[in-house]
């Protein structure tokens, strides 16, 4: 994740892996879920989680490189 562009369907696996897991607590059961993604994402200071997209984390471990 941090030497090569993540691919745009792996993202989306594993954002659905996290999501899954947060609100159900499996991969394989599946619930309504309580809290939109968008606010679970946020920092902390603004009301969220503080998980972090996977794409941001991803573009700026790649800008480290540069």
């Not at 606010?39 to 790649?62: E, H």
């Amino acid at each position: 994740m941090s030497i090569f562009l993540m691919p745009k369907g792996m993202c989306r696996l594993l954002t659905s892996i996290q999501r899954k897991f947060l609100w159900s607590g499996t991969v394989k059961m599946r619930k309504i879920c309580k809290v939109q993604w968008n606010v679970v994402v946020r920092d902390k200071d603004r009301g969220g989680l503080g998980i972090g997209s996977l794409i941001a984390k991803n573009k700026a471990m790649l800008f480290k490189w540069i």
